[in-house]
């Protein structure tokens, strides 16, 4: 079984006010959950806390059978003149898979997210919303048991948006934890839990 039990958790960073408090939630293999709120209110924070990065200044996280966490940030970065398919081959490669089993899989992967057309053109020539969905790939290639995406349609057309949710409740069909801070309505709507951390701001 592989679960993360949030108890009580609250946090402040050194310099900023109380961002969240009494936070509770457990989530279990095989959900998605949105985290939503306003810009500044504590998602990402939230997020690296989950990934055990950020120690809560309050309450405790409890990780049972979480051992890879895959984490996609909100702005996509990689090496300009590498492929598409370079990027989400190397956590395979670096596995020690060969490279043409490595390729094979990630070919697999990037057609669940609608790039196996662009996996040969560099990373430099690829649209925001195609760089964004490519780290998405990668991240799964590492066969993460969860999965921290951090705004996953912030550059997508609604069609892509839509496309993209899919795929991450099919992911956590398949086991994995996945958590997704935004602000996409659709992308909240498709998960099958939402937290909104709003309700978590201290009251004044
Ligand atoms: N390492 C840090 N040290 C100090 N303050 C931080 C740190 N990380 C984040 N903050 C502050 O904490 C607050 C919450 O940031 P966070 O990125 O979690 O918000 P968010 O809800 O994800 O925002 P957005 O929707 O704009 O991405 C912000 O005011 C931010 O400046």
């Known amino acids: ?38 810009s500044g209110c504590g998602k990402s924070t939230l997020l690296s806390i989950l990934a055990g990065w950020v120690t809560p200044m309050s309450g405790s996280v ?16 990689g090496v300009p003149e590498r492929s ?3 990027h989400v081959a190397f956590p395979l490669l670096a596995k020690g898979m060969l490279r043409s089993a490595a390729e094979r899989e990630a070919l697999d992967v990037m057609a669940m997210f609608d790039l196996h057309e662009v996996a040969d053109r560099p990373f430099s020539a690829l649209s925001g919303g195609e760089a964004q969905r490519l ?3 990668r991240a799964v290639c590492a066969h993460p048991d969860m999965l921290l995406v951090d705004e996953p ?17 099919a992911l956590a069909g398949q086991g ?3 958590v997704v801070a ?8 498709a998960c099958q ?11 004044a």
């Open 84 to 86: 598409a398919l370079d």
């Open 62 to 77: 409890e990780r049972v059978g979480v051992k890879r966490v895959g984490w996609v940030f909100q702005n996509p970065y």
């Open 153 to 169: 349609t912030a550059q997508l057309d609604t069609r892509t948006a839509n496309g993209v949710s899919h795929v991450l409740g």
């Open 135 to 137: 780290m998405l790939a």
């Open 1 to 38: 079984m592989c679960y993360v039990d949030v108890r009580d958790v609250g946090h402040r960073f050194n310099g900023t006010d109380v961002l969240f408090e009494h936070v509770s939630f457990r989530i279990a293999a095989g959900e998605t959950m949105a985290v939503c709120g306003p």
């Open 193 to 203: 839990r939402v937290l909104d951390l709003e309700r978590y701001a201290p009251t």
């Open 182 to 189: 935004t602000h996409n309505e659709q992308t909240r709507d």
């Open 176 to 178: 994995m934890i996945v």
